[in-house]
């Protein structure tokens, strides 16, 4: 039986449920880790489930960073040294890059705190995570306050891409199966993916599913 | 071996492998069906796998809409009615949902082209997909302009939620599993979600992993 859910019964949820819920409830996130570098040099690890896609040509991506009603490193990081890493998750790290979430203080770096190791290149001053398989480097680009609720959507443009070596199909396709890449459901539902299939792409001459 | 991919490398690929391989390079995305409905009491239904998490407390969701170069039915009929449905994609109308992206000429509804059916509410003028399980009926909130690449982040708020009695955990989850969810890497390799692990909530007292 499906069942109806009304705006007031989710307010009267208590806090923990309501967050599972919510963040559950539309499917899968992608699972990645941005990392960055304050004035000092000090790193910055943190995991988000809120990465977007922005354009191809030129490559943008974006993220949403929780409101600036407490301190946020990688917020603070990526307007300080305009740059940031994107590090795709996968099956070997994803206990570590979930425990990046935790709230450390100040000056610990989650690196240190998790065990992951940070990997600098020449074009980027922040830190990669030497143990992702699919790294991407981007310069800071522009940033949106959410009216509603003080989020905030950060975009950056790629400026170098770090990945194995036979990582793309002549297609351009990445099979993230391939690499272990996981998925997460809310905050803390961990899925490996399974290939279904890969469709052609969609003309209005097709015919209908159910013709 | 690793290897670094720079952003002239980029451009010169040529353009759907480029759109595939920096679609499907981030990984996972969320799959599903936006509804809307024009001032004509046409329908639209168009599949996105840009869907990001704003709010849980007021809930919010946002996705991003390609550069307003063309008519987007979505765009234009979300400013007309103020209102959207998102409805998650599942496994037994995937490639129903896939074919949604098709150029249909306006006036076509994706519905009738794919055989999915519209299913209204009391609440809501725009309509909901009745083969999906788990739908969130929106209210338009807000628009932020991308300046980088003239994309639109759309912000909405969640007025009504339609899922199956029993799919909300003790804990607020809902088992993604358990309603076939099924995420999107790029725009065209469809996977299924096998379930890892749920992670405790991460404590910065925790060991380290490699302690």
Redesign the interface.
């Known amino acids: 039986?499906?069942?109806?859910?009304?705006?007031e019964e989710?307010?009267a949820?208590s806090?923990?449920?309501?967050?599972?819920?919510?963040?559950?409830?539309?499917?899968?996130?992608?699972?990645?880790l941005i990392g960055t570098v304050d004035g000092r040099n000090r790193t910055n690890l943190a995991i988000f489930?809120?990465?977007?896609?922005?354009?191809?040509?030129?490559?943008?991506?974006?993220f949403?960073m929780r409101p600036l009603t407490v301190p946020r490193h990688t917020y603070h990081n990526i307007l300080e040294r305009g740059a940031f890493t994107?590090n795709?998750?996968h099956?070997d790290i994803?206990?570590?890059a979930?425990?990046?979430?935790?709230?450390?203080?100040w000056g610990?770096s989650e690196f240190t705190?998790?065990?992951l190791t940070p990997q600098f290149?020449d074009r980027l001053v922040a830190p990669y995570v030497q143990e992702c398989h699919?790294k991407?480097g981007m310069q800071f680009?522009?940033e949106?306050r959410?009216?509603?609720?003080g989020?905030v959507?950060m975009?950056g443009?790629?400026?170098?891409?770090?990945?194995?070596?036979n990582a793309?199909l002549?297609?351009?396709?990445?099979n993230?199966?391939d690499w272990g890449?996981?998925?997460v459901?809310?905050l803390?539902?961990?899925?490996?993916?399974?290939?279904?299939?890969?469709?052609?792409?969609?003309?209005?001459s097709?015919i209908?599913?159910?013709?």
């Open positions: 039986m499906e069942k109806s859910l009304l705006p989710l307010a949820m806090r923990v449920p309501r967050l599972n819920f919510f963040n559950t409830l539309p499917g899968i996130k992608p699972a990645v489930n809120s990465l977007v896609h922005i354009g191809s040509n030129p490559p943008y991506l974006g949403i994107i795709v998750v099956r994803y206990p570590q979930h425990q990046t979430s935790a709230n450390y203080e610990t705190a998790t065990g290149t699919i991407i680009e522009e949106h959410i009216k509603a609720n989020t959507l975009i443009r790629a400026v170098e891409i770090l990945l194995p070596e793309i002549p297609s351009g396709h990445i993230l199966e890449t996981v998925g459901a809310g803390d539902a961990y899925y490996r993916l399974e290939p279904l299939e890969r469709l052609p792409y969609a003309r209005a097709a209908a599913p159910d013709n």
